[in-house]
């Protein structure tokens, strides 16, 4: 059973800096696909950033690209998520998540597993 746990979040100023991790458990990921989303009150959940386990590539969404870096640690088996300049839009649960496929997708219900979330507030 696969299983996802986000750690790290909180309340952060305009500007400051943020990480957030997620442990992953259950199988190999050799072949997935990981990926960080997000979702704010009232808007859909939206792709924020992701990684391929096996080969590094990295993909993110135009609103974080040179902001946010995603990575992973396969000795560890965590995907983390460090954001720097963050701005009060960039206020929402995130979430990780795996798809059972190598390659990058940006749906949410293109992803098999996901953490139960953990907040990130940035004030203005």
């Known amino acids: 059973q696969v299983q996802l746990v986000e750690s790290g979040g909180g309340l952060v100023q305009t500007g400051g800096s943020l990480s957030v991790s997620c442990a992953a458990s259950?199988?190999?990921?050799?072949?997935?696909?990981m990926g960080w989303f997000r979702q704010a009150p009232g808007k859909e959940r939206e792709f924020v950033a992701g990684?391929?386990?096996?080969?590094?590539?990295?993909y993110y969404s135009d609103s974080v690209k040179g902001r946010f870096t995603i990575s992973r640690d396969k000795a560890k088996n965590t995907v983390s998520l460090q954001m720097d300049r963050l701005k009060p839009e960039d206020t929402a649960v995130y979430y990780c998540?795996?798809?059972?496929?190598?390659?990058?997708?940006?749906?949410?219900?293109?992803?098999?597993?996901w953490g139960q979330g953990t907040q990130v507030t940035v004030s203005s």
């Open positions: 998540t795996a798809r059972a496929r190598t390659y990058s997708r940006t749906q949410p219900n293109e992803y098999d597993y």
């Open positions: 259950g199988r190999s990921f050799s072949s997935y696909f």
């Open positions: 990684i391929s386990w096996s080969a590094g590539s990295s």
